[in-house]
Structures are given as C-alpha cells and as structure tokens.
C-alpha cells in the first residue's frame, strides 16, 4: 500500500548559497587500518512497493533509493544532506540564479560503456514532462522552476521548449522561471537522473526490465521480483568505481514488521524498521543496533475549513483552538508511539535546512494551562459536558492510527466533554473523501519533498493542491508569494504558520521520527540526513 | 461424457463474462483511483495518466475495448500500480510461484489427511484415533497467520535451518515453511471429513455384509469403503485446490515469495483496475474449471451419478 512515506528522494540540508558545496565527491569513507568483510552484501528491507525502476516515473521513497543505485543525477546527496557532485563535476551560476551551467564529467559512462552527455539529460527532462510520459511527478520539473515545464505538463507547449539544453556534449544549461538559490539540491531527486534514450525507444515500458536495462549509477540491476526482491551488482563502468565497496545490494520485500525483525535477528537482512511499540524493549535489549532518528513529516489533522464543512461547532474558532490545546501530544508520542518522535504544534519540520521554528504560543504552555483555556473556549462557544460537542472523525485503517484517534477522543471526552465517533476507511476511500472535502476532522500526514520549509509551508496556499483543509487566506497567500522572492523568506513563514494556529485549520500532532534496527558491522549510514537518503555505493561491511 | 464437458464449457464462456462485467462495475464505483497517493497531483498531470491509460473514454467503452483485448489477444493490458510492467507479467511471474508452493501443500493436504482420517476412523476410539483428533483439533484452532510466524521462529531463528522468506527461484528450503503454513488447517479439515464420511460409511448394511462375507479387512476398507466414503472429501478437495494455487496472502505476506495472492490484495487496495481484473479472470477460469473435474470425479467415483 502507498503509505505516508511517499517523499520522493530528495537533495536537501541548509539552504546555503551553492558556495558551499563541497567540491569532492562522495565514496565509501573506509578508514585506514579497517578490516572489511569477506562478503560485501547490504541487504535492506522495504515493503511490497517497489514499483517502476523508471527515473521520469518513481515516485515512492523506496523505490527511489533503488533507482539512485543505478542512476545518478548531476548532484547526489551527501552524508549530511548536502549536495555532492554526481554526473557534474561543477556548475556556474548567474547573479540572480535563474541561469544554472553544468560541466559533466568525462569519466562518466552508462553501464553499457557509451559516455553519459548533457543530451542524456535534455531528454531525460523533456522526458519527464511530456505528457505522454504521463508521470506522476512532472510536476517537479516545474515546483524547482525549470522554465516552460508546466505548460508543457498541461499540453499548451510543446517538451522541445524546456528550458533545458546541451551548449554541447559536456556542457548542460538550465534556465529557471524564478530565482533559487536551492535549485543544485532538487538534482539528488529521481525525476532529473538522465535517461537512455536509445534504450528507452528500443523497448518501450519494458525498457527497465534487468535484461534490458542501461544506467549510468554504481550498480546494474540483476534481478526485479515484485513481492520478492530486487538485486543489483557493483557497475564496473561507474566513473568512480574504484571507490565503491558494497558489492552486491538486496532490496528485500517483507511486509510484515515483526518478521522483519524476526529475520533481521536472523541475520537475513541488514536493516528492518522497529515494530510500533518496540522500540523502548528493543534499545533497552540492543542500544547498538536500535536508532532512532528524525523523519521529515508531520502528522496531524485537518479540519475542513469550506463551507461544506457539516458540523456547525468546528465553524467555530474557539472551539477547534479547545479541541487543539486539549490534545496531550507529550502522552501521544511517550505513551502511544513511543519511538523518538517529537510533538509538533506548527506544520513545518524543525530540522528543515536554514528554517527555524517560530514559537506558536500553545507550544510553550503547560499542559495544565492548556486544558484549562480549552474549558475556557468551549464553554465561550456554548458548549460543554452538559451540551456535548459531536464530532466524526476519519482515518485509514491502521493499528497506529486508531490507537492516536482512540486516545484523543478519550482526552477531548473527559476534558471537554466531546462525543467523537471514529470512523475508519480504506487509504484511497480517505483520500477521496478529504479531497472533496466532504469529512469534519480527518488525519492526514505529510512529508517535505525537499530541504526548504516551502516544502511544508506552501500547503497553507489557497490554490494548493495538497490544502485538503480547503483553507484559505488571503493574506497567508500573500506572504507565501512573497516569500518566494524574499531573501530571506524565514519571517514570512513565521507569519503564515501563526496565522494557521490561530485559525486552526489544522491540528499539529507530532514529528515522525524512522526507527530502525541495523547491524553493527554495517558502516557509512546517513544518519545526519533528515531525508535519510542512503547509496550504497558510500556503504561498506567491517569484519566481526 | 464429452457432451457434458462441452456443455459445461459452454455455460462457462458466458459465466466469466458476468464475472468480468460485475469486477469491472465494483471497481469503477469504488472510491479512489490508481493514480492517487497521499500527495494529490495536479490536475493536467493527472489528465495526461488517464488518456495514456485510456481512462478518460467512457467506461462502456473502457469495458468493450477491455474484454476485446483479454478474448481476442490474450492481453490484460498494463498494470497501472507497476509502470513497467504488464498484467500478463504479473501473472506470469506469480502465478507459477503461487501454484508450486499451493500444489505443493495440496498433495500434502489430501494425502496426509485422507491417511490420517482413514486410520482414525478404522481404529475408531483407539490412541491412534485420539492421536489423530487431536492433531486435527489442534492444527485446525491454530490459523495460518499463526502457524507461519511460529515455523519461522523456530525453523529461521532457533534452529537456523531454513530462510524464514524469499523464494530464490523456488529453492527446496524456501518452499519447505510456505507449504507446512498453508497445508496443515487444510490437512486438518480433510482427516476431520474423511474420519466422519468413513465411519458412516464403514457403519453401513453392505460394509457389515462384506465383513460377513469374510472378506480381510484391508479389502474392506480400501474397495469398498473408502471410494464412498471420499466424495464428501471430494467435493471438499475443488474449491480448497482453487484456493491454495491461486495462493493465500497470509502466506505470500509472511514468506515474501512474490506469489499471486499478495498481488490480488494490493492491486485491490491500489484500484490497480487492470490486475485485479486479471487476476479475477485466472480465478474465475480455475475456479470453472475445478467444479468441472470435481463432478468428472464423481462420476468416476460414483457410477449412480450421470453426468
């Protein structure tokens, strides 16, 4: 099932200017004197979702992190988050960065040995937005500016007018439709790795099947099994091969988690996520193998905030700001999930690059304080345990999810008094039903598709695509335009997520943390990406 | 005979139709579409994906052109949730994984069970009865979704003897703990049909006159008794092999074989239209086709039925 990891792989960390790319390309950082394991095999588990192994169609996390194994973009993502040189050796920018010039390595080559040219990108990004393509993130192409890319996603120009071309077979220039500064950290993401174009003619949609696959990544796909595995071996053509270690990498399918643990304690895979709940008994057990590090989404509710909106109470700001302070976060994620995940009363993840958090004034109160304002309000707005609120609530069905929503309908029911009926619901009948706006309250998660908090933030814009709460203000979409050429757009945000609390339109439950068991003899992880965007080609395996 | 076969045939080309039409008009009035994730697309991205999947034509029209390709060309078209990849790949590639593991688990099934619930019955009220009840009593209470995360707790992680998942091209020690899962509440409830069918039968007027007759007992019980005693295991034996090849999720789930079950499942919860289409289609025809050599074997069995 798609679940709410559905980030697409994607460069990231502070958003600096491009002078501060490091200018040495990542490997395998094997420290002298280290002994490495006889068997060089990194097998990692995902769930039954590896879908297209195709650059212009993947659109899932997991996935991602297999097509970054055989494709490489002009920039990848570094251990910390920040942009390495990939394909590029480096880039020019112009004053306003709008106009981005890419030098491509001579060393770099497809797997079949041909040389990789900034032709293989024009097409691969034309690619991307064709409409014949039809994938599900063209609209990338146009989010991180490329000129022309939107037009041409809605058929009214055609992909020749991308604002992409080769000056010639080394040398890539990219035309943006607004300044970004941030623009060389989308390169790390999928949808801009290039494409062989030969192949992808010769053989249609079969084109990534292993017998005929050519990639340009550090290792060659051998073997695709949907609900089995997937495998890919050391590229000998890879420009820097001789720094690769892994030799071998395994997508594992299993589903579940618990025998995903069972297996990893087996020694069958290398890494398996932790089983909700586990996570206290199993770092108390294995503090060396147990992480816990943060995740950049946000879980939280939506409220319907359009006039189709059918339970007169919600209308009422003073009542959604009760029900919003009555929420114990802290019982939420110490008591219910307890794996590192931290509570959240504004949208925006406090580890996106350059964002700093504003102070949303719920978030500095004690639970007490807050409880106390939340009988306050409801009683304010007419209502309270002799005149009970009724509120309906969806999610999809999920153990977590019920447990979250069983344990806030009991605190809004003792504290205020609320009679909330849970109702659960198949993923895709959920998102039909917030789509159309046609829910009260609904749970809803989200995580940032890259490092700048417009990732998060932009969601608040009236025309959004993904503002399931139907919210709209116009000054919230003024200062979202402004930021977009603001130098430094930090205030700006501050106000929108202000101006959000205040309305309400969402309730902020918690930061996703990723918990994870790894074995201790595998090295090179990234654990300080927040995007945890790992290659295997910077991993190695030491002798136990 | 043929005359029935052919006539059976006959009624089954109409049957799938119908089961073609209903699948096509569930899926179409079920919420949701294949292309939705928890990040909506915009709109023009989302119109270029239906007309390249001819999903913005009419549905009368998507089910015409649908049902041409599946009787004419044998092409169940793309699968919407794998880009790169064709129903008749999917199929392709689960369906044979599925059925070895499911036929597999169904010989061992029958012919454990058929022997375990014979034995029973003729020892009736024996240790080897109570023996066997119990086994059945217990095999039955605990479901698969039990059983598979016991075998791999004991087989995978303390014994360390076989993979607790993963197919490997079908490798003896990853179909070993997929089978056992799957065959022992099977197994179970054909010993319990078996014992009961086979004591009625051993109980009868023309069993007592066998026996006067002084036939030896093994004669007994194996020309005359068991043969009646096996229709209602049978009748039994049809839907349970559809079942097991077409593969169970639980199964495919636990053991990440990459089998057709978990295929069906996910492409029901993705609206993955043309795979669960597919896979409807190959289920339905198994499962016509099971029912059909049922009632040959009862004929064959029984010569009082007339086809």
Known sequence: MKNQNLIAAFGLAALLASSALSTGALAAQVPEGTTLAAEQVFKYRVLDNINALDPQIVEDVETSSVVRSLFEGLYNSGADGNPVPGVAESHTVNEDNTVYTFKIRDTAKWSNGDPVTAGDFVYAWQRAVDPATASNYAYFVGLVGVVNADDIVAGTKTPDQLGVKAIDDKTLEVTLSFSSPWFVRSLSHATLFPAPKAVVEQFGIEWTKPENIVGNGAYVLTENTPGERVVAKRNPNYWDNEHTVIEEVQWLTINDENQGLTRWRAGEVDQTDVPAGQYPALKAELPDNTYSVPQFCTYYFSVNMTDKQPNEGLKDVKVREALNLAIDRDVIVNGVLQGGQTPAFSFAHPLTAGYTMPEIPASTMTQADRDAKAVELMTEAGYGKDKPLTINYIYNTSEAHKKIATVVSQMWKEKLGVNMSLADMEFQTLLDTRHSKTYELARNAWCGDYNEASTFISLHDSKSEQNDQGYANADVDKWLAEAKLASDPNPLYAQVEQQVATDVAIMPIYFYAKVFMQSSNVKGWPFDDVEQNWYAKDMYKVAE | ?307
């Not at chain 2, 004991?154 to 490997?168: A, E, Q, Y």
């Not at chain 2, 009625?200 to 093994?218: D, F, M, Q, W």
Request: glycine content about 8%.
């Open chain 2, 1 to 307: 005979m043929i005359a029935f076969i052919l006539r059976r045939l006959a009624v089954a080309i109409p049957t799938l139709l119908v089961l073609i039409v209903i699948s096509f008009i569930l899926m179409k009035v079920a919420p949701g579409n294949p292309f939705a994730g928890e990040k909506s697309v915009p709109q023009a991205v989302l119109d270029n994906i239906f007309a390249r999947y001819g999903l913005d034509k009419p549905a009368w029209q998507q089910l015409v052109e649908y049902v041409y390709n599946v009787v004419f060309r044998f092409d169940f078209g793309p699968s919407f949730q794998y880009r790169d990849r064709t129903v008749n790949d999917i199929i392709a590639q689960g369906f044979p994984v599925t059925f070895t593991y499911g036929a597999w688990a169904f010989l061992a099934a029958s012919l454990i069970g058929i022997a375990l619930g014979v034995v029973a019955a003729v020892k009736q009220n024996s240790w080897l009865d109570y023996l066997a009840v119990g086994f059945t009593i217990g095999a039955q209470v605990v479901p698969n979704f039990v059983m598979a995360p016991i075998l791999v707790l004991v087989f995978t992680l303390w014994l360390g003897w076989l993979p607790g998942g993963g197919w490997n091209g079908g490798h003896w020690s990853n179909v070993v703990l997929p089978v056992i899962a799957l065959a022992t509440s099977y197994l179970a409830n054909i010993a319990r049909i078996t014992r009961s069918s086979m004591l009625e039968v051993l109980n009868s007027n023309y069993i007592r006159t066998a026996r006067a007759k002084g036939l030896p007992s093994h004669q007994v019980i194996i020309k005359h008794a068991l043969r009646p005693a096996l229709l209602p295991v049978i009748s039994y034996l049809g839907p349970v092999f559809v079942g097991m090849v077409t593969g169970s999720v639980v199964i495919d789930l636990y053991f990440s074989t990459g089998g057709i079950g978990q295929a069906f499942v996910n492409s029901a919860l993705n609206r993955d239209y043309s795979t669960i289409l597919g896979i409807t289609i190959l289920l339905g025809a198994l499962t016509i086709t099971a029912n059909l050599v049922v009632d040959i074997l009862y004929a064959w069995i029984d010569p009082k039925i007339k086809l």
